[in-house]
């Protein structure tokens, strides 16, 4: 049982630094962080974005710079995003033998070994309307997708990358992956779904940093509803039915609950992605003044994984190696 006040005092345990360190529940380290970056065709590339700030489009060897101070910080691993110097309609620059995040993929597997590379797979920075998926009259015609899906995922292994990440919402994508991939002999590389991803409005900065923003419509047909949580917990369900091994929820802050819900419904890691809207809003904020940037951006990361993430993709990666 526990007694009231004045014989219980919860404030004794919060007296000093050193005895809230002691006591605290949830621990934030560089371990539990995943850094996105976007790589671009030409060379000597770091273009600035602005709805990004600190966030930089790099070139391939640009990008190993930048990987090389990452792994030397402790960042333990990074996911790119990959720009074509072409689009079309079916994405193909996702599945080239030189597309970009190809090319990206070797350098860093040659120069930068020890940082885990971890790859998005989906085809809507690569198509010419901005979509996940191939088009059939107005929507994304799902079945002929799974096929471009898995073989982007095939090229990108095949390339150096060691994480799959399919992020397309499409069904049955990740049976698809799973299996292209075992047939390929890449049976051991692992699969982190974005199993729930929802339909959000804060991916704006993204698709400007991604140049993905389609070019008429939306994704609601493929992505879910904000207003559903028990769909979450069935996308989650048929993922790893088809062979996911890790489970993402897409927003994070918005969706804590969907955290909670999927980890405790699934003996799997939990993974969550503090999307580009959720960091702008800090950035944007702290540079009005109105909050610390840093208790801000540390206060959020701890509330996603004490609602139960394991691992947390995020764009403040880089700069948690001073705050942390």
């Not at 949830?26 to 371990?31: I, W, Y």
């Not at 992020?167 to 974005?194: E, F, K, N, Q």
């Not at 389609?214 to 509803?225: E, I, T, V």
Request: proline share 5%; glycine share 8%.
């Amino acid at each position: 049982m526990t007694s009231s006040f004045p014989a219980t005092r919860l404030r004794r345990l919060r007296g000093s630094a050193a005895l809230r360190s002691l006591v605290r529940e949830t621990e934030l380290r560089l371990d539990d962080l995943v850094m996105p970056l976007f790589v671009v065709p030409g060379e000597g590339v770091r273009r600035s974005l602005d709805g990004l700030p600190g966030i930089i489009q790099l070139s391939v060897d640009e990008l190993v710079v930048e990987c090389a101070d990452l792994k030397a910080l402790g960042i333990p691993g990074v996911i790119l995003f990959g720009l074509p110097e072409e689009k079309d309609d079916l994405g193909s620059g996702a599945y080239a033998d030189d597309g970009i995040v190809q090319r990206a993929l070797r350098a860093l597997r040659e120069e930068v070994p020890g940082l885990l590379r971890l790859t998005d797979v989906c085809l809507c920075e690569y198509t010419a309307h901005g979509h996940c998926g191939v088009i059939a009259g107005e929507d994304v015609d799902n079945d002929p997708t799974l096929d471009l899906l898995a073989r982007t995922a095939v090229s990108h292994v095949a390339a150096g990358a060691q994480v799959i990440c399919p992020s397309d919402m499409m069904d049955g994508r990740i049976a698809a992956i799973r299996g292209a991939l075992d047939g390929a002999g890449h049976s051991a590389t692992p699969l982190v779904s974005y199993a729930a991803k929802y339909a959000s409005a804060f991916y704006g900065p993204f698709r400007e940093a991604a140049e993905s923003t389609p070019a008429f419509g939306d994704r609601r047909s493929y992505q879910m509803d904000p207003a559903n949580a028990r769909e979450a917990l069935r996308e989650c369900a048929l993922d790893l039915e088809e062979g996911a091994d890790v489970l993402m929820v897409k927003p994070a802050l918005p969706y804590l609950d969907i955290i909670r819900s999927v980890r405790d419904r699934f003996d799997v890691p939990v993974w969550a992605y503090n999307v580009s809207g959720e960091y702008a809003m800090v950035k944007t904020a702290a540079a009005a003044g109105w909050l610390d940037e840093r208790q801000a951006a540390v206060e959020g990361l701890v509330g996603i994984k004490r609602a139960g993430a394991e691992v947390i993709l995020s764009y403040w990666a880089r700069e948690m190696v001073a705050w942390l």
